[in-house]
C-alpha cells in the first residue's frame, strides 16, 4: 500500500513534443504529491508538486494533473527541449505523527531528441 | 544559500568493513532525511532526524544506523557491509517536518568490493 507506481520507465519524445509520465498509489492518506528531476551525477531536485485538494498545477512548461478517485497523477512537459533529458521521479509522502516519509516511484528516464 | 553537502562523495570499501557518510543540511533547515538509491531497488527511505531524534524509519536492516547533531548536521553509517550495500547514498534537508520539499545534496556514491 506504500507503493507508487510509475509508467513508462523510459520515453523518447521528438523535440517540441509533449512528454508525459504516469503514477498512480494506493495509500489514500498520502497528501503530497510531488515531481524530482534528476541529471546524471545530481541528486534529485523538486521540479513541482501538488496536494490533493486540486486537480491540476502548472508551471512554466510542466504541469500535473491530479485524479484523486483514480488515485492517480501525472507530468506532463509542454514543448520538450534537450534539457530536459533526465530522470523523473514522481512521489508521494503524508506527514502522520510527526514522521513524514517519501515513497518514490521506480524513476522515468526521458530523451528528448533534437 | 549553499546547498546540501554530501562528503565523502565517493567510497569503496570491502566486504565487512563499514562506513560513514556525512551530511551538512542547508543553512537552518532541521530536518535531514536518508536515501539509498540503486538502479534495481530505485530510491529507497532510510531515515529521517529531526532535532536529533530519529523520527522515521525505513525497512533497512540494523546494520544501517544515523544520527543527527546539535547543528543539524548528521552521519549515517553502514557496519559490517554487504556487495548489496552498493548504491548511491542521498541526503536531503527541508525546513521543517511535514513540508514535504526535500532538497538533496549529491550523494556518496559507495562500492563494495
Known amino acids: 500500500q506504500q507503493q507508487v507506481k510509475q509508467s513508462p520507465q523510459s520515453l523518447i519524445v521528438q523535440k517540441g513534443g509533449i512528454s508525459i509520465i504516469n503514477c498512480a498509489y494506493e495509500?489514500?492518506?498520502?497528501?503530497?504529491f510531488p515531481w524530482y528531476q534528476q541529471f546524471p551525477g545530481k541528486g534529485p531536485a523538486l521540479l513541482i508538486a501538488i496536494r490533493p485538494d486540486v486537480s491540476e498545477k502548472k508551471e512554466g512548461r510542466f504541469t500535473i494533473s491530479f485524479n484523486k478517485s483514480a488515485k492517480q497523477f501525472s507530468l506532463h512537459i509542454m514543448d520538450s527541449q534537450p534539457g530536459d533529458s533526465a530522470t523523473y521521479f514522481c512521489a508521494a509522502s503524508n506527514y502522520i505523527q510527526g514522521a513524514q516519509k517519501l515513497v518514490f516511484g521506480q524513476g522515468t528516464r526521458l530523451t528528448i531528441n533534437p | 544559500k549553499a546547498g546540501v553537502t554530501q562528503t565523502p562523495r565517493y567510497l569503496i570499501k570491502t566486504r565487512g568493513q563499514q562506513v560513514t557518510l556525512s551530511c551538512s543540511p542547508i543553512?537552518?533547515?532541521?530536518?535531514v532525511s536518508w536515501y539509498q538509491q540503486t538502479p534495481g531497488q530505485g530510491l529507497q527511505f532510510l531515515f529521517e532526524?529531526?532535532?536529533?531524534?530519529?523520527?522515521n524509519k525505513g525497512n533497512f536492516p540494523g546494520r544501517f544506523s544515523g544520527r543527527q547533531f546539535s547543528n543539524s548536521r548528521s552521519e549515517m553509517n553502514v557496519s559490517t557491509l554487504e556487495l548489496g550495500d552498493s548504491a548511491l547514498y542521498l541526503c536531503?534537508?527541508?525546513?521543517?517536518?511535514?513540508?514535504?520539499?526535500?532538497?538533496f545534496g549529491e550523494g556518496s556514491r559507495l562500492t563494495v568490493l
Open positions: 495509500n489514500t492518506a498520502f497528501d503530497y
Open positions: 543553512s537552518g533547515h532541521r530536518s
Open positions: 536531503a534537508s527541508s525546513p521543517n517536518l511535514g513540508t514535504g520539499e526535500l532538497f
Open positions: 532526524y529531526f532535532s536529533e531524534t530519529q523520527r
